[in-house]
């Protein structure tokens, strides 16, 4: 009977331990909780990046105040505020200091084309957002996208178009992607041209126009003109005049006549000054 009535006991320590290591689970948690909402409170929010506007004015686009709970703060609906009503901010990451610092890092978009519409002018990015609305002042020293009809433009919006004219401007985003990547994007100037079916001309450097299919692999398309300006560079010193560079093969033509928004003749292979063969195309670039 002794021994019964040890190992009851022994029984009901053993379920009182289980018991009282929950509890103090649970009561540590609820101790680090309410300390997490008392003490972590902003005291100050800093600023990292380049843009064009000031600390006051991001830190306000975010909605948030000193003294607000760290852990409480909703980074996704802060990052929205700051898209929405700072049109030139292309990214925001938004991270948290202990005990009390705000993080906000962002990257400025980077603007690449401007679009007439209905007598406005509107600045394009690469990521197809509506950075500014003017008049036709914003054009001067940028290229002029030509071939697709806005829909209802905002500032702050993506571009948005017609349903006809929708893989169009499904391909442009991808070039712009393909270039940006490369680092290529600041080099298009004067026009981007879209009126044609399935080919897509835009100028590059001042100098050439640059000439591909519309409907095509871009990450492999940019790899190729970039080894060919590099070899034709080094031949001959300034690249100009129309560079070709059909979907297939690895050779691209340099005619001497440059394309321009206008002519009435099309481009085509005869009259070519000379080639650029670049070796092998590796993988596509990537996209970001």
Excluded at 16 to 21: A, C, E, P, R, S
Excluded at 177 to 196: C, K, P, S, W, Y
Excluded at 273 to 281: C, H, I, K, V
Aim: proline share 5%; aromatic share 8%.
């Amino acid at each position: 009977m002794a021994a019964r009535r040890k190992r009851r006991g022994r029984r009901r320590r053993g379920r009182f331990g289980i018991l009282y290591k929950v509890l103090s689970f649970f009561l540590i948690l609820a101790a680090i909780v309410t300390g997490c909402i008392v003490f972590f409170r902003v005291n100050e929010i800093v600023v990292v990046g380049e843009t064009r506007y000031s600390e006051a004015e991001i830190i306000a686009a975010t909605g948030v105040e000193q003294g607000e709970n760290l852990f409480q703060l909703n980074k996704f609906d802060m990052a929205h505020k700051v898209l929405t009503q700072l049109p030139y901010v292309d990214e925001i990451t938004i991270s948290r200091k202990l005990p009390d610092t705000l993080v906000l890092k962002v990257t400025e978009s980077t603007p690449v084309a401007v679009l007439e519409s209905g007598g406005n002018w509107w600045l394009l990015d690469v990521r197809g957002k509506l950075l500014e609305q003017g008049d036709a002042s914003l054009a001067q020293g940028r290229a002029v996208l030509t071939g697709l009809d806005p829909l209802s433009p905002a500032v702050g919006g993506k571009l948005a178009v017609g349903e006809e004219q929708q893989k169009k401007l499904e391909s442009l985003m991808a070039l712009f992607n393909a270039l940006q990547a490369r680092g290529m994007a600041g080099q298009v100037t004067e026009f981007i041209d879209l009126t044609a079916e399935n080919v897509v001309r835009f100028g590059y450097g001042g100098t050439l126009t640059v000439e591909m299919p519309l409907f095509d692999d871009f990450g492999n398309q940019t790899w190729r003109l970039q080894r060919a300006l590099e070899e034709l560079s080094a031949r001959n010193g300034t690249v100009s005049g129309t560079l070709h560079l059909p979907s297939e093969g690895n050779k691209a033509w340099l005619l001497a006549q440059r394309w321009m928004p206008g002519d009435e003749t099309e481009s085509s292979s005869t009259g070519e000054e000379s080639t650029a063969s670049p070796s092998p195309s590796p993988s596509p670039a990537p996209e970001t």
